[in-house]
Each structure stands twice: as structure tokens, then as C-alpha cells.
């Protein structure tokens, strides 16, 4: 795919929606740091629903120490692999409290040495709460990019690091949210939605559906 292509997507993508914006509901850098590390392997449906009780009750990282873990367990058991997660949560809230003064970090290294926190993850919060031009690879994203032919990778890194390289400079600090939404919503998995695609046009997908 050239330059031109990937202008045009992009600017078909942003004419469709002017401010993306993460599905994950959150006030603060913390909040959302959080949301991510529960989003892993679970839907950003199921984690707002056991986050709108949780925040209410403990949104800081002191407050979450304060719950312990069996308390932070029964807000978010709902969510895929919650006993994993909220060690990791616990973990990562002792060291923002003793470390950070309760903040979080606005660096990749420092995000990604708290536990649960992968190269995804500090790529969402670094992108979406420190407005830092990062691109954070899911599965929606790795598909949309090797379907469409505008980053092609065999690993979620490769396509990252294509993407960070190929996508033009104006388009790159809201990428990755227009393509996670186009990949949720109609470039999906099974049976991409072609015919109501808006960049059909410019896609280089070879086996285009008509619906």
C-alpha cells in the first residue's frame, strides 16, 4: 500500500468520526491504567460494568490498597482471569503509592515495570491519558492492518513498529483508536462488513464480502 492510500483511509476514518475515544469508561490516568489491565482478554462491556461499582468506592491507587484483595476480588470476579489481575492490580497500586506519590508514570519503562502492565497496555495509557503518539496492537488492530494492507506484520510488534513508520504523521495520535473501532465494528473477524466499510475504496483486501 503507498502514501496516498493511507492518507486517504485516514482521512476517511477521521472525516467519520472527529474525536475517537476509547469504549472504556474512566476519569483519570489511574482509572483508566487499571481498566486496561482488566480489558485483557475481557470485553470493555463487562469490565465498565464491574468498574462503574468499583471506581465509586475506590479510585486512587491507596484507596484500592484499602479495599485488600479480597475486597478488590468481589468488585471485578465478573471479568476473565480475575484472580491473576487483581494480584497484579494490588502489586501495581503498592508501588504507585510507594514510588509515584500515587501517580501514574507518564514513561514507557516506568509502565511497563509495574505488574500486569505489557508493551499494550502502557502503549493505551500512554496514547490515550498522556496524549503521547503511540499505537497499541490488539487483535482487531493486527487484523485491520494485514487485511487492509496498511501495516502488514506476522507478530503484533512488527505490525506496531510498520505502523508507527507508515501511518502519516497527522493521523497517528488518533490511529489507533479509528482502527480498533473499524476492526470492532465492521472489519470483523468472520465476515468483514464490506459493503458498509468507507474505505472500500482504498482497501487492498482480496476477498471482499458484498454485505
Known amino acids: 500500500m503507498n502514501r496516498d492510500k493511507r492518507i486517504a483511509i485516514f482521512e476517511l476514518l477521521k472525516n467519520d468520526n472527529q474525536n475517537p475515544q476509547t469504549e472504556l469508561n474512566y476519569t483519570s490516568p489511574f482509572e483508566l491504567l487499571i481498566s486496561v489491565i482488566l480489558s485483557a482478554q ?110 502488514k506484520g506476522k507478530t503484533v510488534r512488527e505490525v506496531e513498529d510498520r505502523l508507527l513508520r507508515l501511518v502519516p504523521a497527522q493521523y497517528k495520535q488518533d490511529a489507533h483508536h479509528w482502527l480498533i473501532l473499524h476492526g470492532r465494528y465492521t472489519c470483523i473477524a468472520r465476515k468483514p462488513r464490506c459493503g458498509s466499510c468507507i474505505i472500500y475504496d482504498f482497501c487492498e483486501y482480496r476477498s471482499k464480502t458484498e454485505t
Open 42 to 151: 475481557a470485553t470493555d462491556v463487562g469490565v465498565n460494568k464491574a468498574t462503574a461499582k468499583l471506581y465509586p468506592a475506590a479510585n486512587t491507587p491507596q484507596a484500592i490498597l484499602d479495599l485488600g484483595i479480597d475486597g478488590l476480588k468481589n468488585y471485578i470476579r465478573t471479568i476473565g482471569l480475575f484472580n491473576t489481575k487483581a494480584e497484579n492490580i494490588i502489586k501495581t497500586c503498592d508501588i504507585l503509592v510507594r514510588e509515584y506519590g500515587g501517580q501514574v508514570p507518564s514513561s514507557r519503562k516506568e509502565l511497563e515495570a509495574l505488574p500486569g502492565v505489557g508493551r499494550k497496555t502502557a502503549n493505551v495509557v500512554l496514547n490515550t491519558a498522556f496524549g503521547q503518539p503511540t499505537i497499541a496492537v490488539d487483535t482487531h488492530i493486527f487484523r485491520v492492518s494485514n487485511r487492509t494492507g496498511i501495516a
